[in-house]
């Protein structure tokens, strides 16, 4: 298993997350969908990773810069036939390094807030993150909640 860089541009990445957004339309209604669009994962302010495992992808997440020591935590998806394998850990330990190394000193997240998500939100609490008020553009909503993480340069 291998996490890269990715371009958005090979269709096996734009399949898997057409499948998150219809997954996540599913759950949340859309006023609440906060995923982004893969035009809106290529501008230049987002870093995406996909992780790949023997060529096929099996998961993904993204950093999205929103100032010079605040980035996002975007498009954290696992392949449904893959949780619990510890791909999400292995690749939100490496987005963490990440930011660390871009010289981000907080990554901050939304995600929902429907039982669906507890695993999401176990995960970021087991990497800790803590719940907080809503940054950025968000705004308070039912179906989201906020997280951060404060960044220090060794830990």
Not at 8 to 23: K, M, T, V
Not at 73 to 100: C, F, N, V, W, Y
């Amino acid at each position: 298993m291998r996490i890269v860089v990715d371009d958005l541009s090979g269709p096996q990445i734009a399949e898997f997350l057409a499948e998150h957004i219809r997954q996540m339309r599913s759950i949340t209604p859309l006023e609440s969908k906060h995923a982004l669009d893969l035009d809106d994962l290529r501008k230049p302010d987002v870093t995406f990773w996909s992780v790949l495992d023997d060529g096929a992808v099996v998961g993904c997440g993204a950093l999205k810069r929103l100032d010079p020591s605040h980035a996002e935590l975007k498009s954290m998806r696992t392949a449904p036939a893959r949780k619990r394998s510890g791909i999400a850990s292995r690749l939100l330990d490496h987005i963490i390094t990440e930011a660390r190394r871009m010289d981000f000193t907080r990554l901050s997240l939304e995600t929902g807030s429907d039982d669906f998500f507890l695993p999401a939100r176990n995960l970021y609490k087991k990497f800790g993150f803590t719940y907080c008020a809503p940054f950025a553009d968000y705004r308070p909503d039912p179906h989201s909640v906020y997280m951060t993480k404060h960044l220090t340069p060794d830990a």
